[in-house]
């Protein structure tokens, strides 16, 4: 079984008088029609974007998430001739320049930045020099969603459904991820990070008592902005996280946690 949730893939075989079952898991995202207007208007996909710099002989990728990359193109700042333009007022600039040839056809488009100067590009948490900047755009239908709403990543990954596909006969089932209740074991300890993958929310527990933990939400990108808090939290939701281990992730939830808590607003 072929598995993509979570960001991992692992191969499971069960021998059954020494028969292999193939299966592929694929994860699909669908509003419900509560969530729906029922009108469709055009909207521009930006994606695969790419920054080169001076420092670094590879291209640097930023996050395909909708909710990260955004937050990433509107916090990225560059000095332009004396104005401080984000990274997404550039490529709006030159989206501006392409508007007779966008439709749905995928399209790269690069441009080079005109004065070279060094800046922070969050999340990906390097200090830079931009030369250029490399993207894919295309038109796609849309359906905007009743009044005001969560993130757009937020509202897909509470909506997402799993298809369950035989590889051999082709049979499918889908499963609704609100119905299987996927869970982990994780026991939540003070002084710890955790990461909800469902919802990419970071979270540091700060302490516990009796059956409540009490957390820092470290990281989430909502609308652009990055969204942090503290509060208390039911030990029972233990099992929606997992704790982080990757070295490069701490390093970066360390420093937000930091001025967190030297600016708690």
Request: glycine share 4%; net charge positive; hydrophobic share 35%.
């Amino acid at each position: 079984m072929s598995v993509s949730s979570y960001g991992y893939i692992c191969f499971l075989v069960f021998p059954l008088n020494f028969l292999i079952y193939l299966h592929t898991l694929k994860e699909i995202h669908e509003l419900t029609e509560e969530d729906l207007s029922g009108k469709f208007t055009p909207a521009l996909n930006i994606y695969s974007v790419f920054i080169k710099t001076l420092e670094y002989y590879k291209n640097i990728a930023l996050p395909e998430q909708s909710n990260k990359l955004n937050y990433v193109l509107n916090n990225t700042f560059l000095d332009i001739n004396g104005h401080k333009l984000s990274l997404l007022n550039l490529i709006d600039k030159e989206l501006l320049a392409l508007t007779s040839n966008i439709d749905q056809t995928e399209r790269s488009h690069s441009f080079c930045i005109p004065n070279v100067c060094e800046t922070f590009v969050p999340i990906v948490e390097k200090t830079v020099t931009i030369k250029e900047v490399q993207f894919k755009y295309k038109l796609v239908p849309a359906v905007i969603v009743k009044g005001r709403t969560l993130d757009q990543f937020l509202l897909n990954q509470s909506n997402k459904t799993l298809k369950l596909k035989n590889a051999i006969n082709e049979k499918e089932k889908t499963f609704s991820l609100k119905d299987l209740h996927p869970g982990f074991d994780t026991k939540l300890e003070a002084g710890k990070y955790y990461h909800n993958p469902k919802l990419d929310f970071y979270y540091y527990c700060e302490t516990i008592k009796d059956e409540t933990a009490y957390v820092y939400v470290v990281e989430t990108y909502q609308h652009g902005r990055l969204i942090q808090m503290y509060g208390p939290m039911d030990i029972s939701n233990a099992k929606d996280l997992i704790e982080v281990s990757d070295k490069s992730v701490l390093k970066r939830l360390k420093k937000r946690l930091a001025k967190l808590k030297q600016n708690p607003k």
